[in-house]
Protein backbone atom coordinates (compact mmCIF):
# COMPACT_ATOMS: atom_id res chain seq x y z
CA UNK A 1 0.00 0.00 0.00
CA UNK A 2 1.31 3.04 -0.89
CA UNK A 3 1.82 6.24 1.46
CA UNK A 4 0.67 8.47 -0.77
CA UNK A 5 -2.64 6.94 -1.31
CA UNK A 6 -5.75 8.36 0.72
CA UNK A 7 -8.06 5.26 -0.10
CA UNK A 8 -6.92 1.78 -0.99
CA UNK A 9 -9.40 -0.59 -2.30
CA UNK A 10 -8.59 -4.09 -3.43
CA UNK A 11 -11.05 -6.56 -4.31
CA UNK A 12 -13.85 -5.26 -2.46
CA UNK A 13 -17.16 -6.85 -2.21
CA UNK A 14 -20.25 -6.76 -1.07
CA UNK A 15 -23.75 -9.66 -1.30
CA UNK A 16 -27.01 -9.22 -0.25
CA UNK A 17 -28.18 -12.52 -0.76
CA UNK A 18 -27.50 -13.76 -3.91
CA UNK A 19 -26.73 -10.32 -5.20
CA UNK A 20 -23.68 -8.92 -5.79
CA UNK A 21 -23.74 -5.09 -5.53
CA UNK A 22 -20.13 -4.45 -5.60
CA UNK A 23 -18.44 -6.60 -7.25
CA UNK A 24 -14.59 -6.96 -6.72
CA UNK A 25 -13.54 -3.13 -6.91
CA UNK A 26 -9.99 -2.27 -6.82
CA UNK A 27 -8.77 1.59 -7.35
CA UNK A 28 -6.56 4.11 -4.87
CA UNK A 29 -7.34 7.31 -3.98
CA UNK A 30 -3.79 9.94 -4.07
CA UNK A 31 -3.95 12.45 -1.28
CA UNK A 32 -5.11 15.54 -2.68
CA UNK A 33 -7.15 14.15 -5.38
CA UNK A 34 -10.27 15.02 -6.38
CA UNK A 35 -11.76 11.41 -7.72
CA UNK A 36 -15.09 11.59 -9.38
CA UNK A 37 -17.55 8.05 -8.65
CA UNK A 38 -19.58 8.03 -11.50
CA UNK A 39 -21.91 5.21 -12.44
CA UNK A 40 -25.53 4.69 -13.37
CA UNK A 41 -28.27 4.57 -11.03
CA UNK A 42 -27.94 0.89 -9.23
CA UNK A 43 -24.50 0.31 -10.85
CA UNK A 44 -23.21 0.16 -6.68
CA UNK A 45 -21.71 3.41 -5.72
CA UNK A 46 -23.81 4.05 -2.90
CA UNK A 47 -23.04 0.68 -1.57
CA UNK A 48 -19.52 1.30 -2.11
CA UNK A 49 -19.70 4.29 -0.09
CA UNK A 50 -21.13 2.98 2.79
CA UNK A 51 -18.73 0.33 3.02
CA UNK A 52 -16.06 3.10 2.21
CA UNK A 53 -17.19 5.54 5.06
CA UNK A 54 -17.33 2.48 7.41
CA UNK A 55 -21.21 2.29 7.65
CA UNK A 56 -21.55 -1.40 6.19
CA UNK A 57 -19.03 -4.28 6.52
CA UNK A 58 -17.93 -5.54 3.25
CA UNK A 59 -18.47 -9.21 1.93
CA UNK A 60 -14.77 -9.65 1.07
CA UNK A 61 -12.02 -7.43 -0.13
CA UNK A 62 -9.78 -5.14 1.38
CA UNK A 63 -9.81 -1.67 2.06
CA UNK A 64 -7.89 1.12 4.05
CA UNK A 65 -9.22 4.62 4.03
CA UNK A 66 -7.22 7.41 6.01
CA UNK A 67 -5.14 4.93 6.87
CA UNK A 68 -7.63 2.65 8.74
CA UNK A 69 -8.34 -0.57 8.33
CA UNK A 70 -12.09 -1.22 7.11
CA UNK A 71 -12.53 -4.16 9.47
CA UNK A 72 -10.47 -3.39 12.81
CA UNK A 73 -11.08 0.54 12.57
CA UNK A 74 -14.14 1.93 11.14
CA UNK A 75 -14.64 4.13 14.20
CA UNK A 76 -10.81 5.84 13.65
CA UNK A 77 -11.89 6.06 10.09
CA UNK A 78 -15.08 8.07 10.89
CA UNK A 79 -13.24 10.34 12.73
CA UNK A 80 -11.18 11.02 9.95
CA UNK A 81 -13.45 11.41 6.82
CA UNK A 82 -16.46 14.13 6.10
CA UNK A 83 -19.23 13.21 4.28
CA UNK A 84 -22.34 15.62 2.61
CA UNK A 85 -24.85 14.64 0.70
CA UNK A 86 -28.04 16.68 -1.05
CA UNK A 87 -29.95 14.97 0.94
CA UNK A 88 -28.18 15.27 4.59
CA UNK A 89 -28.26 18.33 5.42
CA UNK A 90 -28.20 20.19 8.58
CA UNK A 91 -30.58 21.07 11.07
CA UNK A 92 -32.82 23.38 9.96
CA UNK A 93 -34.36 24.28 12.90
CA UNK A 94 -31.06 24.83 14.73
CA UNK A 95 -29.28 27.95 13.52
CA UNK A 96 -25.68 28.12 11.92
CA UNK A 97 -23.46 28.79 15.18
CA UNK A 98 -25.75 25.82 16.63
CA UNK A 99 -24.94 23.42 13.57
CA UNK A 100 -21.47 24.06 14.31
CA UNK A 101 -21.54 23.36 17.96
CA UNK A 102 -23.11 20.58 17.34
CA UNK A 103 -21.05 18.84 14.71
CA UNK A 104 -18.05 19.91 16.29
CA UNK A 105 -19.30 18.93 19.50
CA UNK A 106 -19.47 15.55 17.76
CA UNK A 107 -16.21 15.40 16.43
CA UNK A 108 -14.76 15.85 20.12
CA UNK A 109 -13.52 19.64 19.00
CA UNK A 110 -13.11 21.92 22.04
CA UNK A 111 -15.22 25.32 22.74
CA UNK A 112 -12.14 27.30 21.53
CA UNK A 113 -11.72 25.27 18.42
CA UNK A 114 -15.47 25.43 17.45
CA UNK A 115 -15.69 29.49 18.12
CA UNK A 116 -12.39 29.86 15.67
CA UNK A 117 -14.03 27.33 13.45
CA UNK A 118 -17.36 28.97 13.52
CA UNK A 119 -15.73 32.61 12.59
CA UNK A 120 -13.36 31.52 10.39
CA UNK A 121 -16.21 29.73 8.21
CA UNK A 122 -18.99 32.58 8.36
CA UNK A 123 -16.31 34.96 6.91
CA UNK A 124 -14.89 32.53 4.29
CA UNK A 125 -18.77 31.95 2.89
CA UNK A 126 -19.90 35.96 4.30
CA UNK A 127 -22.08 34.52 6.06
CA UNK A 128 -21.01 36.95 9.57
CA UNK A 129 -24.74 38.51 9.18
CA UNK A 130 -26.06 35.52 9.32
CA UNK A 131 -24.62 33.47 12.29
CA UNK A 132 -27.73 33.35 14.16
CA UNK A 133 -29.93 32.60 11.89
CA UNK A 134 -31.97 29.25 11.39
CA UNK A 135 -30.57 27.10 8.66
CA UNK A 136 -34.03 26.52 7.23
CA UNK A 137 -34.54 30.24 6.06
CA UNK A 138 -31.42 30.33 4.06
CA UNK A 139 -31.42 29.95 0.23
CA UNK A 140 -30.61 26.04 -0.85
CA UNK A 141 -27.29 26.99 -2.93
CA UNK A 142 -26.19 28.63 0.88
CA UNK A 143 -27.42 25.71 2.64
CA UNK A 144 -25.44 22.95 0.50
CA UNK A 145 -21.97 25.28 0.82
CA UNK A 146 -22.61 25.53 4.52
CA UNK A 147 -22.88 22.07 4.67
CA UNK A 148 -20.02 21.10 3.19
CA UNK A 149 -18.27 23.67 5.51
CA UNK A 150 -19.59 21.85 8.36
CA UNK A 151 -18.62 18.59 6.96
CA UNK A 152 -15.41 20.00 6.88
CA UNK A 153 -15.19 21.47 10.80
CA UNK A 154 -12.69 18.68 12.11
CA UNK A 155 -10.35 18.97 9.70
CA UNK A 156 -10.81 15.54 7.59
CA UNK A 157 -8.35 13.99 5.79
CA UNK A 158 -11.04 12.71 2.97
CA UNK A 159 -14.55 14.41 2.50
CA UNK A 160 -16.58 11.62 0.83
CA UNK A 161 -19.90 14.11 -1.34
CA UNK A 162 -22.56 12.14 -2.13
CA UNK A 163 -24.48 14.20 -5.57
CA UNK A 164 -23.66 17.52 -3.62
CA UNK A 165 -25.03 19.82 -6.15
CA UNK A 166 -28.15 18.04 -6.66
CA UNK A 167 -31.00 21.02 -7.55
CA UNK A 168 -28.44 23.53 -7.03
CA UNK A 169 -28.66 26.89 -9.70
CA UNK A 170 -25.72 26.85 -12.00
CA UNK A 171 -23.75 29.81 -10.77
CA UNK A 172 -23.53 28.28 -6.67
CA UNK A 173 -22.73 24.90 -8.54
CA UNK A 174 -19.59 26.52 -10.06
CA UNK A 175 -19.17 28.49 -6.81
CA UNK A 176 -19.83 24.98 -4.84
CA UNK A 177 -16.98 23.48 -7.43
CA UNK A 178 -14.63 26.05 -6.24
CA UNK A 179 -14.65 25.08 -2.73
CA UNK A 180 -13.66 21.59 -3.61
CA UNK A 181 -11.00 22.84 -6.07
CA UNK A 182 -9.93 24.38 -2.69
CA UNK A 183 -10.33 21.68 -0.22
CA UNK A 184 -7.93 19.36 -2.48
CA UNK A 185 -5.66 22.41 -2.51
CA UNK A 186 -4.77 22.47 1.08
CA UNK A 187 -4.42 18.98 0.51
CA UNK A 188 -8.20 17.03 1.45
CA UNK A 189 -8.73 14.30 -0.71
CA UNK A 190 -12.39 14.49 -1.87
CA UNK A 191 -14.50 11.62 -3.20
CA UNK A 192 -17.10 12.89 -5.35
CA UNK A 193 -19.99 11.06 -6.72
CA UNK A 194 -22.55 13.37 -9.58
CA UNK A 195 -25.14 13.34 -12.14
CA UNK A 196 -23.44 16.49 -14.05
CA UNK A 197 -20.84 14.99 -16.59
CA UNK A 198 -19.98 18.82 -17.02
CA UNK A 199 -18.90 18.52 -13.33
CA UNK A 200 -17.10 14.68 -14.28
CA UNK A 201 -14.98 17.14 -16.38
CA UNK A 202 -13.74 18.63 -13.08
CA UNK A 203 -12.08 15.57 -11.08
CA UNK A 204 -8.46 14.73 -11.71
CA UNK A 205 -9.96 10.99 -12.01
CA UNK A 206 -12.61 9.23 -11.93
CA UNK A 207 -14.39 5.89 -11.86
CA UNK A 208 -17.27 4.43 -14.05
CA UNK A 209 -19.12 1.80 -11.92
CA UNK A 210 -21.00 -0.72 -14.02
CA UNK A 211 -23.29 -3.75 -13.03
CA UNK A 212 -21.17 -3.68 -9.19
CA UNK A 213 -17.29 -3.41 -11.35
CA UNK A 214 -15.47 -0.57 -12.21
CA UNK A 215 -15.41 -0.33 -15.74
CA UNK A 216 -13.18 2.03 -16.43
CA UNK A 217 -10.66 4.69 -14.50
CA UNK A 218 -8.39 7.40 -15.40
CA UNK A 219 -8.45 11.09 -16.22
CA UNK A 220 -11.31 12.40 -18.00
CA UNK A 221 -9.51 13.69 -21.09
CA UNK A 222 -7.48 9.98 -21.22
CA UNK A 223 -11.07 8.28 -20.85
CA UNK A 224 -11.90 10.48 -23.67
CA UNK A 225 -8.94 9.74 -25.94
CA UNK A 226 -9.79 6.29 -25.17
CA UNK A 227 -13.39 6.00 -25.91
CA UNK A 228 -12.89 8.57 -29.11
CA UNK A 229 -15.29 10.72 -27.24
CA UNK A 230 -16.03 14.53 -27.14
CA UNK A 231 -16.62 14.20 -23.38
CA UNK A 232 -17.41 12.44 -20.49
CA UNK A 233 -21.17 12.44 -21.22
CA UNK A 234 -20.19 10.64 -24.30
CA UNK A 235 -17.81 8.47 -22.51
CA UNK A 236 -20.32 7.70 -19.33
CA UNK A 237 -22.99 6.55 -22.04
CA UNK A 238 -21.39 4.37 -23.92
CA UNK A 239 -20.28 2.69 -20.97
CA UNK A 240 -23.50 3.04 -18.75
CA UNK A 241 -25.53 1.52 -22.34
CA UNK A 242 -23.71 -1.42 -21.75
CA UNK A 243 -25.47 -2.43 -18.19
CA UNK A 244 -27.59 -4.96 -17.74
CA UNK A 245 -28.57 -4.48 -14.16
CA UNK A 246 -31.06 -1.74 -14.50
CA UNK A 247 -32.11 0.32 -11.41
CA UNK A 248 -32.19 4.12 -11.06
CA UNK B 1 -56.32 28.42 -30.92
CA UNK B 2 -56.86 28.11 -27.44
CA UNK B 3 -53.63 27.58 -25.08
CA UNK B 4 -53.77 24.31 -23.64
CA UNK B 5 -52.55 25.64 -20.90
CA UNK B 6 -52.53 29.37 -19.18
CA UNK B 7 -51.21 31.27 -16.57
CA UNK B 8 -52.45 35.17 -16.29
CA UNK B 9 -50.22 36.97 -13.44
CA UNK B 10 -49.51 34.24 -10.55
CA UNK B 11 -48.86 35.17 -7.32
CA UNK B 12 -48.54 32.49 -4.48
CA UNK B 13 -46.21 33.23 -1.21
CA UNK B 14 -45.46 30.98 2.08
CA UNK B 15 -45.20 31.91 5.40
CA UNK B 16 -41.92 30.19 6.45
CA UNK B 17 -41.24 30.39 9.94
CA UNK B 18 -40.90 34.37 10.40
CA UNK B 19 -40.04 34.87 6.81
CA UNK B 20 -42.53 35.70 3.49
CA UNK B 21 -41.35 33.71 0.62
CA UNK B 22 -42.43 34.89 -2.66
CA UNK B 23 -42.68 31.12 -4.65
CA UNK B 24 -44.08 32.80 -7.85
CA UNK B 25 -43.96 36.01 -8.41
CA UNK B 26 -46.53 37.40 -11.04
CA UNK B 27 -45.77 34.31 -13.99
CA UNK B 28 -47.96 34.58 -17.37
CA UNK B 29 -47.37 32.31 -19.91
CA UNK B 30 -49.15 29.91 -22.27
CA UNK B 31 -48.50 26.37 -23.71
CA UNK B 32 -49.75 25.61 -26.77
CA UNK B 33 -51.61 22.85 -27.62
CA UNK B 34 -48.94 19.58 -28.14
CA UNK B 35 -46.00 21.06 -27.12
CA UNK B 36 -43.20 19.83 -25.09
CA UNK B 37 -42.77 22.84 -22.84
CA UNK B 38 -40.07 22.97 -19.96
CA UNK B 39 -39.87 24.72 -16.88
CA UNK B 40 -36.03 24.59 -16.20
CA UNK B 41 -34.66 25.79 -13.08
CA UNK B 42 -33.12 25.26 -9.67
CA UNK B 43 -34.74 24.19 -6.62
CA UNK B 44 -37.03 27.19 -5.31
CA UNK B 45 -37.36 28.71 -8.77
CA UNK B 46 -41.01 28.21 -7.65
CA UNK B 47 -41.38 25.09 -10.51
CA UNK B 48 -43.67 22.58 -8.00
CA UNK B 49 -46.31 25.28 -6.78
CA UNK B 50 -46.92 25.94 -10.54
CA UNK B 51 -47.76 22.73 -11.19
CA UNK B 52 -49.74 22.22 -8.02
CA UNK B 53 -52.01 25.50 -9.16
CA UNK B 54 -52.49 23.67 -12.41
CA UNK B 55 -53.11 20.52 -11.31
CA UNK B 56 -55.58 22.27 -9.00
CA UNK B 57 -53.96 21.04 -5.78
CA UNK B 58 -53.05 25.03 -4.31
CA UNK B 59 -55.07 27.91 -4.87
CA UNK B 60 -52.62 30.79 -5.99
CA UNK B 61 -53.33 34.50 -3.86
CA UNK B 62 -53.67 36.07 -6.85
CA UNK B 63 -53.89 35.68 -10.91
CA UNK B 64 -55.18 33.16 -13.24
CA UNK B 65 -54.90 30.02 -14.52
CA UNK B 66 -56.43 27.68 -17.21
CA UNK B 67 -56.10 24.29 -18.58
CA UNK B 68 -57.79 22.89 -21.77
CA UNK B 69 -60.01 26.39 -21.50
CA UNK B 70 -61.10 25.43 -17.90
CA UNK B 71 -60.41 27.43 -14.64
CA UNK B 72 -58.91 26.16 -12.09
CA UNK B 73 -60.39 27.45 -9.63
CA UNK B 74 -63.91 27.30 -10.26
CA UNK B 75 -63.49 24.37 -12.95
CA UNK B 76 -61.34 21.77 -11.07
CA UNK B 77 -63.60 18.66 -11.06
CA UNK B 78 -63.24 18.83 -14.84
CA UNK B 79 -59.95 19.66 -14.78
CA UNK B 80 -58.61 16.57 -12.74
CA UNK B 81 -60.55 14.36 -15.38
CA UNK B 82 -57.75 15.35 -17.75
CA UNK B 83 -54.63 16.16 -16.47
CA UNK B 84 -51.79 13.79 -15.20
CA UNK B 85 -49.76 14.20 -13.14
CA UNK B 86 -46.50 12.63 -12.24
CA UNK B 87 -45.09 14.38 -8.72
CA UNK B 88 -41.32 15.01 -7.89
CA UNK B 89 -41.71 12.67 -5.16
CA UNK B 90 -43.20 9.00 -5.71
CA UNK B 91 -46.74 9.01 -4.71
CA UNK B 92 -48.44 5.82 -5.69
CA UNK B 93 -49.07 3.09 -2.96
CA UNK B 94 -45.99 1.79 -2.08
CA UNK B 95 -48.28 -1.81 -0.54
CA UNK B 96 -49.78 -1.88 -3.56
CA UNK B 97 -48.13 -3.96 -6.80
CA UNK B 98 -47.71 -2.62 -9.97
CA UNK B 99 -50.98 -4.04 -11.70
CA UNK B 100 -53.16 -2.98 -8.79
CA UNK B 101 -51.97 0.54 -8.86
CA UNK B 102 -52.35 -0.01 -12.08
CA UNK B 103 -56.46 -1.06 -12.33
CA UNK B 104 -56.39 1.51 -9.37
CA UNK B 105 -55.55 4.62 -11.12
CA UNK B 106 -57.95 3.00 -14.24
CA UNK B 107 -60.97 2.55 -11.77
CA UNK B 108 -60.42 6.12 -10.54
CA UNK B 109 -61.29 7.26 -13.87
CA UNK B 110 -63.67 4.82 -15.07
CA UNK B 111 -61.24 3.48 -17.33
CA UNK B 112 -59.06 0.59 -18.08
CA UNK B 113 -55.57 -0.56 -18.76
CA UNK B 114 -56.73 -1.90 -21.95
CA UNK B 115 -58.71 1.09 -23.18
CA UNK B 116 -55.44 3.56 -23.83
CA UNK B 117 -53.08 0.48 -23.71
CA UNK B 118 -51.16 2.30 -27.43
CA UNK B 119 -50.59 5.33 -25.12
CA UNK B 120 -48.52 3.66 -22.36
CA UNK B 121 -47.35 0.60 -24.24
CA UNK B 122 -43.75 1.27 -24.67
CA UNK B 123 -43.56 2.42 -20.98
CA UNK B 124 -45.63 -0.50 -19.43
CA UNK B 125 -43.28 -3.26 -21.27
CA UNK B 126 -41.04 -2.84 -19.21
CA UNK B 127 -42.55 -3.00 -15.63
CA UNK B 128 -44.77 -6.16 -16.95
CA UNK B 129 -42.26 -8.66 -15.81
CA UNK B 130 -42.83 -7.05 -12.29
CA UNK B 131 -46.16 -7.00 -12.08
CA UNK B 132 -46.75 -8.86 -9.12
CA UNK B 133 -44.36 -7.21 -7.20
CA UNK B 134 -44.98 -4.20 -4.72
CA UNK B 135 -44.47 -0.57 -5.77
CA UNK B 136 -42.18 -0.26 -2.86
CA UNK B 137 -40.09 -2.79 -3.75
CA UNK B 138 -39.34 -1.65 -7.17
CA UNK B 139 -36.13 0.09 -8.23
CA UNK B 140 -36.07 3.86 -8.68
CA UNK B 141 -36.16 3.64 -12.43
CA UNK B 142 -39.45 1.00 -12.47
CA UNK B 143 -40.83 3.17 -10.02
CA UNK B 144 -40.62 6.20 -12.18
CA UNK B 145 -41.94 4.28 -15.01
CA UNK B 146 -45.06 2.80 -13.11
CA UNK B 147 -46.13 6.54 -12.16
CA UNK B 148 -45.99 7.76 -15.57
CA UNK B 149 -47.68 4.73 -16.68
CA UNK B 150 -50.29 5.35 -13.99
CA UNK B 151 -50.37 8.99 -14.85
CA UNK B 152 -51.26 8.20 -18.84
CA UNK B 153 -53.67 5.63 -18.13
CA UNK B 154 -56.97 7.80 -18.44
CA UNK B 155 -55.15 9.36 -21.80
CA UNK B 156 -55.03 12.90 -20.53
CA UNK B 157 -54.98 15.89 -22.53
CA UNK B 158 -51.82 17.50 -20.37
CA UNK B 159 -49.15 15.54 -18.55
CA UNK B 160 -47.75 17.27 -16.25
CA UNK B 161 -43.97 16.04 -14.76
CA UNK B 162 -42.38 17.59 -11.80
CA UNK B 163 -38.61 16.78 -12.08
CA UNK B 164 -38.73 13.25 -13.82
CA UNK B 165 -34.83 13.23 -14.48
CA UNK B 166 -33.99 14.19 -10.75
CA UNK B 167 -30.94 12.49 -9.59
CA UNK B 168 -31.19 9.82 -12.50
CA UNK B 169 -28.09 9.09 -14.47
CA UNK B 170 -27.23 10.42 -17.71
CA UNK B 171 -28.32 7.24 -19.65
CA UNK B 172 -31.81 6.66 -18.08
CA UNK B 173 -32.31 10.90 -18.82
CA UNK B 174 -31.73 10.00 -22.42
CA UNK B 175 -34.20 7.35 -22.46
CA UNK B 176 -36.35 9.39 -20.80
CA UNK B 177 -36.46 11.83 -23.08
CA UNK B 178 -37.38 9.39 -26.12
CA UNK B 179 -40.48 8.68 -24.18
CA UNK B 180 -41.82 12.23 -23.44
CA UNK B 181 -40.94 12.58 -27.25
CA UNK B 182 -43.18 9.32 -28.44
CA UNK B 183 -45.91 11.01 -25.92
CA UNK B 184 -45.80 14.30 -27.60
CA UNK B 185 -46.07 12.43 -31.10
CA UNK B 186 -49.63 11.03 -29.88
CA UNK B 187 -51.08 14.34 -29.07
CA UNK B 188 -50.33 15.17 -25.54
CA UNK B 189 -49.67 18.36 -24.57
CA UNK B 190 -46.56 18.14 -21.90
CA UNK B 191 -45.17 20.32 -19.17
CA UNK B 192 -42.07 18.93 -17.39
CA UNK B 193 -39.65 20.84 -15.29
CA UNK B 194 -36.35 19.99 -14.72
CA UNK B 195 -32.82 21.62 -13.17
CA UNK B 196 -30.40 20.16 -15.75
CA UNK B 197 -30.33 22.52 -18.23
CA UNK B 198 -28.99 20.75 -21.06
CA UNK B 199 -32.41 19.32 -21.37
CA UNK B 200 -34.16 22.39 -22.35
CA UNK B 201 -32.97 21.59 -25.79
CA UNK B 202 -35.11 19.08 -26.46
CA UNK B 203 -37.77 20.87 -25.46
CA UNK B 204 -40.07 23.17 -27.91
CA UNK B 205 -40.00 26.03 -25.71
CA UNK B 206 -39.03 26.95 -22.26
CA UNK B 207 -39.32 29.00 -18.84
CA UNK B 208 -36.41 29.89 -17.32
CA UNK B 209 -37.17 30.06 -13.36
CA UNK B 210 -35.36 31.50 -10.46
CA UNK B 211 -36.85 32.34 -6.94
CA UNK B 212 -40.60 32.81 -8.43
CA UNK B 213 -39.60 34.57 -11.60
CA UNK B 214 -39.82 33.62 -15.31
CA UNK B 215 -36.18 34.92 -16.57
CA UNK B 216 -36.73 34.06 -20.04
CA UNK B 217 -39.40 32.50 -21.89
CA UNK B 218 -38.56 31.55 -26.05
CA UNK B 219 -37.51 28.47 -28.45
CA UNK B 220 -34.21 26.99 -26.52
CA UNK B 221 -32.52 28.78 -29.97
CA UNK B 222 -33.64 31.86 -29.47
CA UNK B 223 -32.70 32.28 -26.00
CA UNK B 224 -29.22 31.62 -26.52
CA UNK B 225 -29.37 33.52 -29.56
CA UNK B 226 -30.17 36.65 -27.04
CA UNK B 227 -26.62 36.26 -25.10
CA UNK B 228 -25.39 39.45 -25.03
CA UNK B 229 -21.85 38.97 -25.57
CA UNK B 230 -18.67 37.10 -27.41
CA UNK B 231 -18.57 33.72 -25.28
CA UNK B 232 -15.23 31.84 -25.78
CA UNK B 233 -13.83 28.92 -24.15
CA UNK B 234 -10.29 28.08 -22.84
CA UNK B 235 -7.74 25.16 -21.79
CA UNK B 236 -4.67 24.56 -20.38
CA UNK B 237 -2.64 22.24 -18.66
CA UNK B 238 -4.01 23.66 -15.16
CA UNK B 239 -7.63 24.30 -15.17
CA UNK B 240 -7.30 25.48 -11.66
CA UNK B 241 -4.87 28.34 -11.85
CA UNK B 242 -6.24 29.35 -15.79
CA UNK B 243 -9.65 29.98 -13.68
CA UNK B 244 -7.90 32.23 -10.73
CA UNK B 245 -5.64 34.27 -13.54
CA UNK B 246 -8.33 34.56 -15.40
CA UNK B 247 -10.68 35.96 -13.05
CA UNK B 248 -7.76 38.67 -11.46
CA UNK B 249 -7.45 40.26 -15.33
CA UNK B 250 -9.26 42.93 -15.24
CA UNK B 251 -10.33 42.65 -18.98
CA UNK B 252 -12.17 39.59 -17.97
CA UNK B 253 -15.87 39.75 -17.16
CA UNK B 254 -17.03 36.41 -15.93
CA UNK B 255 -15.67 33.32 -16.43
CA UNK B 256 -16.83 30.17 -15.20
CA UNK B 257 -15.84 26.16 -15.80
CA UNK B 258 -17.74 24.61 -17.95
CA UNK B 259 -16.40 21.30 -18.28
CA UNK B 260 -13.40 20.56 -19.56
CA UNK B 261 -13.23 24.43 -20.71
CA UNK B 262 -13.67 27.67 -18.80
CA UNK B 263 -16.12 30.10 -20.52
CA UNK B 264 -15.24 33.69 -20.50
CA UNK B 265 -16.78 37.12 -21.73
CA UNK B 266 -14.67 40.00 -21.42
CA UNK B 267 -16.23 43.53 -20.43
CA UNK B 268 -15.19 45.33 -24.23
CA UNK B 269 -16.91 44.57 -26.72
CA UNK B 270 -13.94 43.19 -29.06
CA UNK B 271 -11.32 42.26 -26.93
CA UNK B 272 -8.68 41.35 -29.11
CA UNK B 273 -7.47 37.94 -28.29
CA UNK B 274 -3.57 37.73 -28.67
CA UNK B 275 -2.90 39.53 -25.55
CA UNK B 276 -4.65 37.78 -23.33
CA UNK B 277 -3.17 34.61 -24.53
CA UNK B 278 -0.10 36.30 -24.19
CA UNK B 279 -0.72 37.02 -20.56
CA UNK B 280 -1.72 33.59 -19.62
CA UNK B 281 1.48 32.23 -21.45
CA UNK B 282 3.53 34.61 -19.54
CA UNK B 283 1.68 32.55 -16.77
CA UNK B 284 3.10 29.68 -17.65
CA UNK B 285 -0.11 28.07 -19.46
CA UNK B 286 1.14 25.39 -21.69
CA UNK B 287 -1.23 23.95 -24.31
CA UNK B 288 -3.50 26.64 -24.27
CA UNK B 289 -6.51 27.09 -26.40
CA UNK B 290 -9.11 30.19 -26.36
CA UNK B 291 -11.51 30.19 -28.99
CA UNK B 292 -15.05 31.25 -30.10
CA UNK B 293 -17.77 29.05 -28.66
CA UNK B 294 -21.57 29.17 -28.86
CA UNK B 295 -23.30 29.95 -25.86
CA UNK B 296 -25.70 26.84 -24.59
CA UNK B 297 -28.85 27.65 -22.25
CA UNK B 298 -26.61 27.38 -18.90
CA UNK B 299 -24.40 30.02 -19.83
CA UNK B 300 -27.90 32.18 -20.89
CA UNK B 301 -29.01 31.24 -17.49
CA UNK B 302 -25.89 32.72 -15.40
CA UNK B 303 -26.44 35.72 -17.47
CA UNK B 304 -29.83 36.64 -16.61
CA UNK B 305 -29.29 35.98 -12.95
CA UNK B 306 -26.48 38.20 -13.05
CA UNK B 307 -28.55 41.08 -14.99
Same mark, same amino acid.
Given at each position: ??????????????????????????????? *?? &?? =????????? %? $??? !?????? #????????????????????????????????????????????????? *?? &?? =????????? %? $??? !?????? #?????????????????????????????????????????????????????????????????????????????????????????????????????????????????????????? | ???????????????????????????????????????????????????????????????????????????????????????????????????????????????????????????????????????????????????????????????????????????????????????????????????????????????????????????????????????????????????????????????????????????????????????????????????????????????????
Amino acid at each position: MSMEAAISVSDLTKRFGDFTAVDGITFDVKK *GE &IF =GFLGANGAG %K $TTA !MRMLCG #LSLPTSGQANVAGFDLYKEPEKIKKNIGYMSQKFSLYGDLTIRENNRFY *GG &IY =GLTDQQIKE %K $TQF !MLEHLH #LEDQADTLVRALPLGWKQKLSFSVSMIHDPKIVFLDEPTGGVDPITRREFWSMIYEAAHSGTTVFVTTHYMDEAEYCDRVSIMVDGKIEAMDSPSALSKQYNAKGMEEVFVQLARKAIRSDN | MEASVRAQNIFKSFQSGKTKVEALNDISFEVEKGELFGLIGPDGAGKTTLFRIFTTLMIANKGNAWVDGLKVVSQYREIRKRVGYMPGRFSLYQDLTVEENLSFFATLFDTTLEENYDLVKDIYIQIEPFKKRRAGALSGGMKQKLALSCALIHKPSVLFLDEPTTGVDAVSRQEFWELLRNLQLQGITIVVSTPYMDEASLCDRVALMQAGKILDLDTPSGITRKFSKTLWSASSNDMYQLMNDLKADERVNTCYPFGQYHHITFKGLNQEIQSIEKMLAEKGHVDLTIQKTEPTIEDCFMELMNQ
